[in-house]
Structures are given as structure tokens and as C-alpha cells.
């Protein structure tokens, strides 16, 4: 089935290059120690809030999340993404919001119903564990027979002298590491969280949301050059086999690249340690490969899901998240989902005489299918809704539990640390001044507050969207722990201790937004 056409221009994309990377970090050093010293004023002269807004029990936000992530994934325009729709939906009534809209998103429904690799070389003949890559193409049931060949990171000198045509490549996927800790050093930024000494000049990162070697595409935009699977196909490639090579783990469920984009050309995902044995077998003489990959594609619709509670101006604050996910997805998005419904019951309880500006509160839809509903929210609401917007405050991926590999099963090993992240700022001083307060205070561990272009892109996460596409200030709360788009998302990689504490400095942070002086957003 042709991909859905869009009906706006092809949006920018995010593609993580370390040589734009390091560039940007060295015009923003100084930029960031004038706003450390702007910030430290700034909160000499503030003052607290009127009125306190207490977030919900732990039980409460504990309940709202399990609802969240009782069906075995979210994904858009499913069944069992339009049962979590109606859900939110009927909270956002619930709670009192006006103007509740469910506003519908035309996209294609890929589904994977099987998918095998087998393959042999010289007396041998193997099944390897792998799982489906994203909206690529489909085979039969017999699937395809061919040919291997290994083809390294799949960089434009690796396919030079390599007949691919009709095989099937065998290529490594790449995942930068950032070494935060040497950063933090060289460049400190706006603030470090961390009250429990975990962050030191080792800290490190694998981004497992960014494939170097297959970047997205953008919506409605074309093929990427630099990707190893067009590559492969530009190629005359009958399908691919990637392996995880810098993974830490032996994991191979990844849900990516998310961009939306329907590829002409059968793909599978292997383990880092799987991957071993296919790329020994792959670089014999005489290797061959079985790949099925079977399933259907379908025009089917997903939802954006707002509301807005009114306060005292017509100026309002946003409150954002996504609500689908790949699997059970609960931290990406379960908890960003709960922590925005956290907003919302302790919001509503608040008379709206003691709200100064109203609260717009938005679940899109479409995070793993290139953002295509926060996308789709800012481009149709620019000029009119947003336009009373200061800033939007997105909660993604809270109080998610850090985990390492276990070098003795090569599996995910939780630590007793949350896992690192960022909240990405607008070059604001009084945003990052409150954002910073509230972190403080509440102690939030494990969290680094930085510029919104620290990596030379966009904000990652929704708030990208609505920065770009809206034209919105954003504080975006994200967190990086490594089963993001995996099967290993589920609830036992939550801190629960962590939900009411964590929704309370939200609840806190929004409370001084409320009072801060519109010309000082």
C-alpha cells in the first residue's frame, strides 16, 4: 500500500551529527554561563506562588498509569491505541475541560503477523532469534532466498565493489555514545541534578533513539542518502538483515526508525551478540539466508486527544505528552501520559479564580509514527489556539528506572538509579530560572537542564514538534533509558516512589509559570 500523502510540506529532520554537535557546543559554553549567571539573579528577586497545588497520591497516579498500559502496546491507529483515545478522552471530560476534541489523523496501519531468518554456510544451517523493522516490505510465506553479504556499517565505501544485487545485505547498526560526563566538565550546563552523586566524568550514554547509519526520514520527505538501508535497495538489495551492533544488550525488539515512512524492502533486526554468528556467517563463502517477513497495511485513523481548563486569561500554559507506544510503553509514554492526567486532577481542583492563565492539555498521537499528531496539532492551530500559548511544559519517559547489561546474560540489569536524562529548555532566563528552582527543591535525580538546540536539532521528543511546527517555548522533561522501543518497557522498570514526587515539582513548576509576567516568558 502507497504511504498516505501529506498535506503540508516535508517537516525538518532530526539526525544526530557529531561534527554539527560539537560545533554548537562551543557557541553555546558561553552562552550557557551568562544564563547561569542571569538565573542566579533572577531567583534572588522571585517570589512564591500564591496558592499551593498539591499533585495526586501515588496510588492514584500508580492506577491511572496501569490503565495506561494494560493492552500489550499503544500503536497508532490500532484497536488497542483507540481503547487508550476513548480513555483519555473521558478524563479530559471528567476533570471538566471545555472544548474537549478527539480529532482524527488519516495514516497506514502496518502489521508484521510473522517473521524468520534463517540462514546456512558451510555445513551449517541456523534459525536466528530477530524482530520486524518498522513498516518495511512484505514477503510471502515462503519468504526470500538469497544470497548474504555483509556490507560493515553500510557507509557509501562499503558497498564499492560489492555485487548486492538480488542478496541479501547483512549490515551493523551504529548507536552514538555521549559521554556526558566529559561534557559536564568541559561544558557545564544550565544545571546538574543530581543530589545523589550518581553523574561523574565516566557517565555515559548510548542514544538507542538515534540509528546513525538509518536515520528517519521526515514526513512526507524522501529517502536519506546516508541511510544503509536505501542504500541496499538503490542497490538492487532483496531485503536486509541489521544487527544491533552497539545495543547494550542482546535485545533485538527495537521500534525504529518511528518516521512513518512505508520502505519498499523486506528488514529484520538482530541482537549484538545473535548478530555474532550472522556476520561470521555472512562472510563465508557460499552463505545463504531465508527472510519472511509477512503482514498487511491498512488506512486506518488515530486521534489526537486535548482539552483546555480555563482560568482567569485567555493566556494558558500547555501540558503535553504522547500516548502511543510501541509495546506496553510504560515509560515511553505511560508515565508521561499519568503525568499529564497528574496535572490535570490537580488542576481541576484549583477554583478558577485562583488560576491566572488557563491549561491546555494535549495527548498526541503519532510519536513513533514521525510525530505526525503533535505535528499536525501545531500546524492547525498556530494562528489561533497556540498563539495565547507561553510555553508548553512536555513530560516524557518520568521516573523511569536506569538499567545496564548483565555481562553474564547480555539482558538489561536494573541499577538502583533512575535513568539519566534532560529537560531541554528555550533560551529563556526565567524558564530556566523556575525550572531550575523546581528541581532543586524537589531533588530530582539523575537530570541535566540544557539549552532546547544542545544537540544541534530540534528538541527531541513532541515538544520538537510544537517548538518547530508551533512556534512554542517549551520546557520538554525527557528521560533515555535503553529498553525505550523495546519489549522490555513494561512496568517493573518504574520507580513508583518516585511518581508523586516527581508530579508534585510539575505541579510546583506550572504554579510559578502561572504567576511569572507574560513578558518575561
Not at 551449517?124 to 520486524?132: L, R
Not at 536505501?230 to 544491533?244: E, H, S
Not at 498487511?296 to 488515530?302: N, R
Not at 545496564?404 to 540489569?413: A, G, L, R, S, V
Request: with cysteine; proline share 6%.
Amino acid at each position: 500500500m502507497k504511504e498516505l500523502e501529506q498535506d503540508f510540506e516535508p517537516s525538518p529532520e532530526f539526525h544526530m551529527s557529531k561534527k554539527k554537535f560539537l560545533i554548537n557546543l562551543i557557541k553555546l559554553i558561553p552562552k550557557m554561563r551568562k544564563m547561569r549567571k542571569r538565573v542566579e539573579e533572577f531567583l534572588l528577586n522571585l517570589n512564591d506562588p500564591k496558592h499551593h497545588v498539591e499533585a495526586p497520591s501515588l496510588e492514584t497516579i500508580k492506577t491511572d498509569l496501569e490503565i495506561i498500559c494494560k493492552e500489550p502496546h499503544r500503536r497508532i491507529g490500532t484497536k488497542q491505541g483507540n481503547i487508550i483515545e476513548d480513555f483519555l478522552e473521558s478524563k479530559l471530560k471528567e476533570f471538566g475541560l471545555e472544548s474537549v476534541k478527539k480529532e482524527p489523523i488519516d495514516i497506514v496501519n502496518w502489521v508484521a503477523t510473522n517473521w524468520k531468518l534463517i540462514i546456512s554456510g558451510d555445513r551449517e544451517q541456523i534459525e536466528v532469534p530477530c524482530f520486524y523493522v518498522l513498516n518495511t516490505g512484505f514477503t510471502d510465506n515462503e519468504g526470500i532466498k538469497a544470497s548474504l553479504v555483509y556490507v560493515g556499517t553500510g557507509q557509501k565505501k562499503d558497498f564499492k565493489n560489492i555485487d548486492i544485487k538480488g542478496k541479501i545485505v547483512v549490515a551493523d547498526i551504529e548507536f552514538p555514545t555521549m559521554p556526558f560526563g566529559k561534557l559536564m566538565k568541559l561544558a557545564e550546563p544550565y544545571y546538574i541534578s543530581d543530589p545523589t552523586n550518581i553523574i561523574d566524568e565516566t557517565t555515559e550514554l548510548v542514544l538507542t533513539f538515534a540509528l546513525s547509519n538509518f536515520p528517519p526520514q521526515s514526513l512526507g520527505g524522501k529517502p536519506r542518502e546516508d541511510s544503509v538501508y536505501w542504500r541496499a535497495f538503490n542497490g538492487g538489495a532483496l531485503g536486509l538483515v541489521l544487527i544491533l551492533r552497539d545495543y547494550p544488550s542482546n535485545v533485538n525488539s527495537h521500534w525504529g526508525p518511528y518516521d512513518g515512512a512505508m520502505k519498499p524492502i523486506p528488514a529484520l533486526y538482530v541482537g549484538k551478540y545473535d548478530g555474532i554468528k550472522v556476520r561470521e556467517i555472512a562472510q563465508a563463502k557460499d552463505s545463504r539466508g531465508t527472510l519472511i517477513l509477512e503482514g498487511y497495511s491498512e488506512t486506518t485513523k488515530a486521534h489526537n486527544v486535548w482539552g483546555i481548563l480555563p482560568g482567569n486569561s485567555e493566556e494558558s500554559i500547555m501540558i503535553s505528552s504522547h500516548h502511543d507506544s510501541a509495546f506496553k510503553g510504560a515509560s515511553e509514554d505511560g508515565t508521561g501520559v499519568a503525568m499529564v492526567l497528574a496535572q490535570l486532577r490537580a488542576w481541576s481542583k484549583i477554583p478558577k479564580s485562583e488560576r491566572p492563565r488557563s491549561l491546555l492539555f494535549c495527548l498526541s498521537a503519532g510519536h513513533l509514527y514521525g510525530g505526525i499528531g503533535a505535528e499536525k496539532f501545531a500546524r492547525k492551530y498556530k494562528n489561533n489556539l497556540l498563539k495565547d500559548v507561553l510555553v508548553d511544559v512536555n513530560l516524557e519517559h518520568l521516573c523511569a528506572r536506569e538499567v545496564i547489561e548483565d555481562p553474564q546474560t547480555h539482558n538489561f540489569k536494573l541499577t538502583k538509579n533512575l535513568a539519566l536524562g534532560a529537560v531541554f529548555i528555550s533560551q529563556t532566563e526565567s524558564l530556566v530560572a523556575l525550572t531550575t528552582k523546581a528541581f532543586k527543591e524537589h531533588k530530582i535525580e539523575n537530570m541535566l537542564l540544557v539549552p532546547d538546540n544542545f544537540f544541534a536539532t530540534p528538541p527531541i521528543g513532541e515538544a520538537g514538534h510544537f517548538a518547530i511546527h508551533g512556534d512554542l517555548k517549551v520546557i520538554h522533561w525527557i528521560r533515555s533509558p535503553y529498553y525505550l522501543l523495546t519489549a522490555e518497557d513494561t512496568l517493573d522498570k518504574i520507580d513508583m516512589n518516585k511518581l508523586h514526587p516527581t508530579a508534585q515539582c510539575v505541579s510546583d513548576l506550572i504554579n510559578s509559570l502561572m504567576y511569572l509576567p507574560k513578558e518575561q516568558f
